[in-house]
C-alpha cells in the first residue's frame, strides 16, 4: 500500500511539474482557441462532403455528436448557430472555401499535436507534409465516420420495427434515439482520444500504457463540465459582461478547461511510462 502511494504521488509531481514547467496552461488556451476555430470549418467541410456523397441529414447528426457531450447551457446557443451556418447551400464540394475549411479545421488536430508531443515529452521528426496529410486524413476519416453514424441512426428504428414484427417481445424495449445519439457521441469521444494519443504525437505507445491517462480525462471533463455549468447557473455573469460575445466567451473558457484536462491527461501517461521505465532499470541493475 505504501508503495503505491509513494508511486502515486511520484507520478503526480512529475505530470503537475512538467505541465507547469513547459507552460501548460498557455498551451491548453492555444489548443482551445484552435478548437474552437476548427469546429466551424470543419462541419462545413463535412456537410459540403457529405452533401456531395447524398447524406442530406449529416448536419444533425454531426451537430449532435459533436455537442451532445458539452453541458447543455455552452452547447445549445453555439449549435443553433452552427446549424444555421451549416444549411446555407454551397455551390460545390471543390472550391476554395470548402479546401480552406479542410485546411482550417487540420489546423486544430495539428494543436492537439504540438501539446502532445509536449506532454510526451518527444520531438516531431516527421517532414511537414507527413504530419499535415495525417491531419488532413483525420479531418476526411472523422467525415466519413459521422456519415456512417448518420446513416446507422436513420436506419436502425427502421431495422427495430421491422425486427419486432418477427421476435413480438420486443415491443417491450423502447428505442431512443436521443440516448442513441449520447451513447454513440461518447463512444466516438472515447475513440477520438485513443487516436490522439496513439498517432499524433511522435513515438510509439502502447493502448495499454494510454488508458490511464484517457480514463483520468474523460472523468475530469465530465467532472468539470459539470462544476462549469453550475457555476454558469448559479454565479457567472457573462451576458452581462459580454453582451452578445457571452456564447462564445462561455464556449472558449470551457473548451480551455477541456484543453487543460486533455494534456494533464497526456502528462499523466507520460508520467506512468517514465516511472515504470525507472522502476525497470533499477530491477535490472539489481540484477
Do not use: C
Not at 479531418?139 to 448518420?150: D, E
Amino acid at each position: 500500500m505504501l508503495r503505491r502511494l509513494v508511486a502515486l504521488r511520484r507520478i503526480t509531481y512529475d505530470a503537475f511539474g512538467h505541465f507547469n514547467d513547459t507552460d501548460g496552461w498557455a498551451l491548453a488556451s492555444h489548443v482551445a482557441l484552435a478548437a474552437l476555430l476548427a469546429i466551424f470549418p470543419f462541419l462545413i467541410f463535412a456537410t459540403t462532403l457529405a452533401g456531395f456523397l447524398g447524406a442530406d441529414r449529416f448536419a444533425e447528426t454531426a451537430i449532435h455528436l459533436v455537442f451532445d457531450t458539452w453541458p447543455e447551457r455552452i452547447a445549445a446557443p453555439i449549435a443553433r448557430e452552427v446549424e444555421n451556418v451549416l444549411t446555407v447551400q454551397r455551390g460545390g464540394l471543390l472550391t476554395i472555401s470548402v479546401l480552406a475549411a479542410a485546411f482550417f479545421a487540420s489546423n486544430g488536430i495539428e494543436a492537439l499535436r504540438v501539446a502532445l508531443n509536449r506532454a510526451y515529452r518527444v520531438d516531431e521528426s516527421r517532414p511537414f507534409w507527413m504530419i499535415r496529410l495525417q491531419s488532413l486524413g483525420f479531418v476526411i476519416i472523422a467525415t466519413f465516420g459521422f456519415m456512417a453514424i448518420s446513416f446507422l441512426l436513420i436506419l436502425a428504428p427502421l431495422a427495430l420495427r421491422i425486427t419486432q414484427q418477427w421476435i413480438p417481445w420486443l415491443d417491450n424495449f423502447s428505442f431512443s434515439i436521443g440516448f442513441a445519439r449520447y451513447a454513440i457521441a461518447l463512444v466516438v469521444l472515447v475513440a477520438g482520444l485513443f487516436v490522439a494519443h496513439k498517432w499524433l504525437p511522435a513515438g510509439k505507445r502502447s493502448f495499454a500504457s494510454l488508458t490511464p491517462g484517457i480514463g483520468l480525462t474523460i472523468a475530469a471533463w465530465f467532472l468539470g463540465a459539470g462544476l462549469f455549468a453550475r457555476y454558469l447557473e448559479s454565479f457567472a455573469s457573462y451576458v452581462t459582461t459580454y453582451a452578445g460575445l457571452a456564447s462564445i466567451m462561455i464556449a472558449l473558457v470551457f473548451l480551455y478547461i477541456v484543453a487543460a484536462i486533455f494534456i494533464l491527461g497526456a502528462e499523466i501517461n507520460a508520467a506512468i511510462i517514465r516511472y515504470r521505465e525507472a522502476r525497470q532499470l533499477v530491477a535490472e541493475a539489481k540484477r
